[in-house]
């Protein structure tokens, strides 16, 4: 055999001899043996698992990352919409994170974006509760907005339950700080959460563990349910008792200016990852090449086009299986997080000059309605609102050329979370109205509206769900978001994202197939 019969034998019959459907073309693979890692999902989790990576190998590039993301957009739950004609945004998903949570913080001052200075949510000018009868006097969600005369009236009302809760919420708080953050990497989250202190708050339902340390179900429903339905759309009995506690955490919230969603926008960016926007990871199996073969379809393409494959070392699952829907049957995997139930939330933010109308609420109710309204649960609402709050929204309207741009129309903002969707009907009753057939929003004074749904929001507590034993659920396969089952959260996903990073720059690479 000649040298030109070598080459083409090589590189053109061998490589056919071996074709199937599901080749990989090499681009896909990459060209050298620096290990390759792929990330599904970039929400927060995905973006700082890819951001903390970078930081531990930039001086060295040995790892290579590919970010596959099914939308359009970074950012999952963290969603920060642009309203048209205004220079705010707004939060459809993620809305605040606390002062000490320490790893949001630390990828601020890594990607250098700067607080939001007044966060209207975290500082409601008046709040209230609406418990399907009255309207009454709100629990603060925030202990650390409280006044000695709120505590007062607290311990006059219910005792010493307030008392002894807020001892639970200080030392829930104290300890969380710690989760993930007292050695570099942990490989189990149970252990970790047996090493931090925090196991019993997370094997018991919130109602369950806090009616076992004595507080009164008064105190429970009046105080301290309103907040979780806020913060985590549900019932106590629903949500284990540590997002409870954070729930209502002493500490100040904050937000991120220009809307969290820049936070996961800057990590992805500066990682310098190779990032696949409308890609859905709808497999992971054994790999040719490598250790494990992703199947991904593009959003974009022509079914005939669609399915393509990629292998990696490495993979970091940065979205819950429930939602992600990739099929891991090839696989002999460690246990997973036994989520038995997501919990849907819808977000509605619509813009008026108006007031909410107390008639929505019951028609011989004469108050005015608070910036921020709690509710407990009750089968009476229609549609079960969760917490409605209210703050402002500048619109530069009708600016044409020669006018001064700088005027602008400033609205009432208002945020509603509920289990159901908002119609315009509700809307429009929201603000003293009933809506006739022919007419618009516009008509009753509203201008903009926006609806956000979230059929998997936040984990829903079941007793006999299993918490995840190990993050490495399969050699080399991460998954992230097991750990929501103790706290769905921002700063719990970057946390996550942060230990994965670590053991993944600590990993000893193989760089062929299992
Ligand atoms: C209404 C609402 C309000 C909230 N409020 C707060 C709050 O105030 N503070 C707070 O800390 N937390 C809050 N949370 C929770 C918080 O948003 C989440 O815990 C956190 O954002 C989860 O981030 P993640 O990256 O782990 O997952 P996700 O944000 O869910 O990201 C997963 C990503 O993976 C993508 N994906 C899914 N399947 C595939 C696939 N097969 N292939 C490729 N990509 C895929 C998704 O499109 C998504 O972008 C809120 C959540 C909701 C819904």
Redesign the pocket.
Known sequence: MNLFDFIFLTTWLLPLAGAHENQVPLAENGPTTTPRVAI???????ASTAFRLNELTKLSSSIEVTI????PN?????KSIAPENSPQVVEA?????FTQDWCLRTAMEGTGVKERRKDPLALPKSSGLWDGKELRTAPKCNGDSMSVWDHARLIWKYGISPWKFRKSVQSALEKWKSFAGLIPTFGSAVKELEQVGLSDLVLDSAEGYLKNISITPHFLTEVVQPCTRA?F?QNLENEPALPALVAVAASKATSIEGGNSRLVDRMIQLSGVNLQLN????RIGHGYHRRYRLSIVRNSLKDSQNLRHADFDAIVL???LW????DLSDLHLQSIASISQYVE?H?THFATPANISPKFFDHSLNVTIPDDLLTTASPSHDPDLLRLSRSTIRFRRGCLPGNDCRQFDTEYLYRV?SRSLIKDGDLVRMLGQQLEGEYELSDYNISWVHRQF?PH??PQYGKDDGLQEKVEIAPNLFY??GA?EII??????CRMGDNIAMTLYMQDWDHGPA
């Open positions: 599904i999902g970039a929400g927060i989790g995905g596959y993301e099914s939308e970074l950012g999952g739950r963290v998903g993620a809305t605040h994170f913060q759309s890609s859905r990871v709808t940065a979205t819950p939602s992600s829907k990739v939330t977000v979370l979230w929001a936040f992230l978001n929501e769905s959260s921002m700063e719990m996903s």
